[in-house]
């Protein structure tokens, strides 16, 4: 699948642009702060109906106007598909297929991207909550119906935190405590699926990542990864300074009856802490290189070519997998990150995706195989470079 | 914004549920400046509305007098209660004229982030219905969200005892919907809720 085109009202800084766009690379040039990731970021956009740089939608609208509209029109397998995305700064945003209304969340199962940024470095030195969403984001374009999974196992984690928080403040009846079984029991229905599906995603993942990060870095490198659970009383969070031993991939043959045992082992302590303390809120996935965590011990270049093999490897699956073919590769800003080598490395493993949209600061940075239609972008205005 | 009491009072409509500030403008200035439009009588029924309407001592549905038009009416089946989450619950399954049995509202579903327990809705009425076992099944009509389940799971634990039949609404397609219409979730659901056809 290919965005042929893109326009954009309101969004971010630009009034209004029309952008058109080629198979194969596509390179945006222009000096920093010109407007450049934001044209990949809308397109990021209509793929996950979030950014990959603020959480809010707010920051997305134009300083000073309530609507920004996003459009696409994408191509797959001859066919053309037109998307709009309607963010309003008050009230719910709206979403259009094919000029007719639909309902935001339809949007990602027409358009999948996968968007390698600067930001991604968190992936493998920041907090489990980075990579708990990369798995979900990933999840979510892989299967649309866990959206409706995870934010039902929100609310339900919301409703129970209250519970416990009320408790601990003693101003709770005995009567209302005993429902605390039946948050429990939704807890575990929800958790449980989730970690089934993380655990079963990890899985399909780990021979891309492998293969990923070896084109990048070279043989004789080993990049592993493996989903911790809470659940089995592993404390992400709390591991300090002490190097985790690689967590056995462990999926409980029965997750639901290791959820409950758990859940009963820590009620005491949820009690006076007022929050739930094991679920797939809490999970990490543990990235190894070369038998060592890669969170503390990995270089920086290494923490790089692991975030975007991870990038690379979600990019392989989705190709692998999705009904809507190959998904747009976005590398934001990554080339001047990398050395010569890596920057080759990367150009062939990137090379035969069906649409692959580039930005640079400086276009002397971009491997000459991916140089192949430019665009500068100045000041929220797009020129065609003419090559 | 307007002045004073003008102001004031789209502010008031806005607060009411489902009425942004657009509709709460429009509403105000229909009142303003449409002659034809009895104010007293709005500000009368606004002023009685909470004097006159009860709610029924036997199940909780909205009444004028002491039980509800359904609690009284002899025609309706004794066995069966249907319990649902709010009035407005019994009024669309009403709508069905398929339902005969008798109603109970629990007045919302459990939800600590509202501060909502089993001490706040009326279990405890449900329970003292069923004392003399007349009932034989409580359907369990409360949303299919997060909360509703949660209620309803509470529900079948509270009324687990020999000879009640204990039931839940069916989730599943719409009708006279398209197949390619309908949501994940809900296809999901009525897979999980296929039945055996018979020949």
């Known amino acids: ?387 | 914004m307007y002045e004073g009491i003008v102001q004031e009072l789209i502010d008031e409509f806005g607060r009411l549920p489902g009425i942004g500030p657009k509709s709460a403008q429009r509403i105000a200035f229909h009142i303003l400046t449409t002659q034809s439009f009895d104010t007293t009588r709005l500000a009368e029924l606004l002023a009685e509305v909470r004097e006159r309407v009860r709610f029924c001592s036997i199940c909780g549905n909205v009444a004028e007098q002491d039980t509800c038009s359904i609690c009284r009416d002899p025609r309706r089946s004794q066995t069966v209660i249907c319990v649902v989450e709010e009035a407005k619950d019994v009024a669309a399954i009403e709508r069905t004229r398929e339902f005969r049995g008798l109603y109970h509202v629990l007045g919302g579903a459990l939800s600590p982030m509202d501060g909502v327990g089993p001490d706040n809705l009326r279990f405890t009425q449900l329970v003292q219905r069923l004392a003399d076992a007349t009932v034989t099944e409580v359907i369990i009509a409360t949303n299919p969200n997060v909360t509703g389940e949660a209620t309803a799971t509470y529900l079948t634990r509270l009324l687990d005892q020999p000879g009640l039949r204990v039931t839940r609404l069916a989730s599943g397609l719409p009708v006279g919907g398209d197949l390619e219409y309908a949501d994940e979730v809900t296809l999901g659901r009525a897979f999980e809720g296929r039945r055996t056809v018979e020949a």
């Open chain 1, 1 to 387: 699948m290919i965005v042929a085109h893109l326009s954009l009202h309101d969004f971010r800084n630009y009034e209004s642009a029309e952008l058109a766009l080629s198979a194969g690379p596509n390179v945006l040039v222009g000096s920093n702060g010109q407007g450049k990731t934001n044209l990949v970021e809308a397109i990021g956009y209509l793929a996950t109906l979030g950014s990959h740089r603020v959480s809010g939608d707010a920051a997305l609208i134009r300083a000073g106007r309530d609507t920004a509209i996003v459009r696409a029109r994408l191509q797959h397998a001859g066919r053309e598909m037109l998307l709009e995305a309607q963010l309003n700064r008050s009230g719910a945003n709206r979403a259009q297929v094919n000029r007719a209304q639909a309902k935001p969340r339809d949007l990602p199962r027409h358009i999948a991207s996968v968007l390698f940024a600067p930001e991604d470095l968190a992936l493998v030195r920041g907090e489990p909550s980075g990579r708990r969403r990369f798995l979900d984001q990933l999840l979510v374009q892989l299967s649309p119906r866990l959206a409706g999974v995870l934010a039902d196992y929100d609310r339900v984690l919301r409703q129970r935190n209250s519970l416990l928080k009320s408790a601990r403040a003693a101003r709770v009846s005995e009567s209302q405590l005993s429902t605390l079984e039946i948050w429990d029991e939704r807890l575990v229905e929800f958790g449980s699926e989730i970690i089934g599906a993380r655990h079963d995603l990890v899985a399909r993942l780990r021979p891309h990542v492998a293969e990923a990060y070896e084109r990048i870095a070279g043989p004789d490198h080993a990049a592993e990864l493996a989903l911790q659970l809470s659940i089995l009383g592993v404390q992400p969070e709390e591991d300090g300074a002490q190097a985790p031993t690689l967590a056995e991939d462990v999926a409980p043959a029965d997750t639901v009856t290791a959820f409950r045992a758990a859940l009963a082992n820590v009620r005491r302590a949820e009690l006076d802490r007022g929050i739930t303390l094991v679920g797939p809120h809490r999970d990490d996935l543990h990235l190894v290189l070369n038998a060592l965590p890669a969170r503390g011990y990995a270089s920086h270049g290494e923490s790089w070519s692991f975030a975007l093999a991870l990038k690379l490897a979600s990019a392989a699956l989705l190709r692998a997998e999705s009904p809507i073919g190959d998904p747009v590769v976005v590398l934001d800003d990554v080339f001047a990150e990398l050395d010569e080598s890596r920057r080759a490395q990367l150009a062939h493993a990137v090379g035969d995706y069906e649409q692959v949209i580039i930005t640079a600061a400086v276009l002397e940075d971009v491997p000459s195989e991916l140089t192949g239609r430019t665009v500068r972008i100045v000041a929220g205005r797009i020129a065609e470079d003419g090559q």
